[in-house]
């Protein structure tokens, strides 16, 4: 029973693009592994292309974006969330959106019972973040994604109750929009919110909407033209809902069982030796004789087949340090130890760490961190966290109104792209560029 599972399984190599796909979440500076507890188009021959029509299902959390991933990665109410996008999901080469595809960004939330079968498209979806273009920096929310290496953060609302979450950061590429082509890219991430308030969040109707339906063809938002364009660019979608602080907005209080939250959740499991996307390594069986051990390599084999045969487009990295264990299994099978399993218990080495710093988010309506330029971002103003200390002034920006509407503004959640590193050099060490927070 000698055989290698990494030769049934070729990583699609593919997606030269230069289109996105979000891939990665983290919380609270924290990644969760490429893939894990994200909702992305599994199919790696497209993984990266746009939602191919506006009144698809797939606009909710991307193609194949109906079915749940196996994992929900928990967060403390008032969390940090980082999305990361790359044209390459498996980090073949940098880079997080082509240049030429500009637009705005958001993020949305919708509150899922069941976060195995509560369908993601239809109604429920409320926007918790926004940015669109910049008048003070001349740049789209895009072309400061870019600069900050994919990396784009917002704050879960303090007041979102606690429970089951789909997170959805949307792009929008208006490069070909006054053609009748808007391209939307997207994806979920799965995250049960932890400690926040009980009950079920009442989104007032003009802040709630369907998704798809949420925007169609023809509308303003998605038929601008960018060549040359003519500002104010109107914002597809609804306002960006800022959800109460406090217990007031949560209605019924009245189920606060903590099982209906972790309806349809599985978390991850904390004896996973290692994890790739949403498959979990776990320990095989203690055995003492030369049938066990053989029996404990074929377990461990089985598990690997189980692994390459889950991964998506990230990759299947960790896949193939799991079977160097069952290498090592084998090994001593074939030397004659039969006292296993070897090294049992131990973590194994994440292939797949980057060694991310991802600064802290800036607060309230705060768009795309914009570097330590002037150029500051959306109106906003009460931004707090050391790199804001400087900033005092509020709407300076003139265009934050103009531009962006609604953007963010003392509504908006604690967002910021972060400055974060590359995405590519993973095993390089990584820059310390840090973008600060925006200054006014
Ligand atoms: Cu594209």
Redo the contacts with the bound molecule.
């Keep these: 029973m000698k055989y290698s599972v990494s030769a049934l399984v070729g990583l699609s190599a593919a997606l030269a693009?230069?289109?996105t796909a979000f891939t990665t979440l983290h919380i609270n500076d924290v990644s969760q592994g490429d893939g894990t507890c994200v909702r992305m188009n599994m199919r790696p021959e497209n993984a990266t292309s746009?939602i191919p029509s506006l009144s698809s299902n797939d606009m909710a959390c991307g193609s194949t974006g109906e079915t749940a991933v196996a994992f929900t990665c928990p967060a403390p109410a008032g969390a940090k969330l980082t999305f990361e996008w790359r044209v390459w999901p498996n980090r073949e080469e940098p880079g997080a959106i082509?240049p030429g595809?500009k637009g705005p960004c958001a993020v949305y939330a919708k509150q899922v019972d069941d976060m195995a079968s509560t369908p993601a498209a239809g109604p429920g979806w409320f926007k918790i973040w926004e940015e669109g273009y910049d008048d003070s920096a001349g740049k789209w929310c895009t072309e400061k994604l870019i600069a900050a290496d994919g990396l784009m953060s917002v704050e879960i609302p303090p007041g979102l109750p606690s429970g089951n979450w789909l997170f959805r950061p949307e792009l929008l590429?208006l490069h070909n929009a006054d053609k009748g082509d808007p391209?939307f890219y997207t994806g979920c991430a799965q995250v049960q919110v932890q400690g926040g308030n009980s009950g079920t969040l009442d989104v007032p109707a003009e802040y709630s909407v369907s998704i798809p339906g949420y925007v169609k063809y023809g509308d303003a938002s998605v038929s601008f033209n960018i060549y040359p364009p003519v500002f104010p660019y109107p914002m597809p979608g609804p306002d960006v809902y800022t959800v109460p602080s406090s217990g007031a907005s949560a209605s019924s209080l009245s189920d606060t069982s903590s099982m209906k939250a972790l309806g349809g959740a599985t978390l991850i499991p904390s004896d996973c030796l290692i994890k790739e996307g949403n498959w979990c390594g776990v320990e095989i069986a203690d055995y003492s004789n030369e049938d066990g051990c053989w029996n404990a390599s074929e377990e461990c084999y089985n598990q690997a087949e189980t692994c390459y045969a889950s991964v998506g487009p990230t990759g299947n990295r960790n896949c193939k340090v799991w079977e160097a264990k069952c290498k090592g299994i084998q090994d001593a099978c074939n030397a004659k130890n039969f006292q296993g399993p070897p090294n049992k218990g131990q973590k194994l080495q994440d292939a797949e760490a980057m060694n991310l710093t991802l600064p802290a988010v800036n607060n309230l309506g705060v768009g795309l961190g914009s570097a330590n330029t002037n150029s500051g971002s959306q109106a906003s103003t009460e931004t707090s966290g050391a790199s804001m200390a400087t900033s005092t002034s509020a709407a300076t920006s003139s265009q934050a109104t103009s531009s962006g509407s609604q953007t963010g503004e003392t509504t908006a959640q604690k967002a910021t792209v972060s400055a974060g590193k590359s995405t590519s050099s993973c095993n390089k060490k990584m820059r310390r560029r840090r973008r600060g927070g925006v200054r006014k």
């Design positions: 693009n230069a289109h746009p082509d595809h590429a391209q």
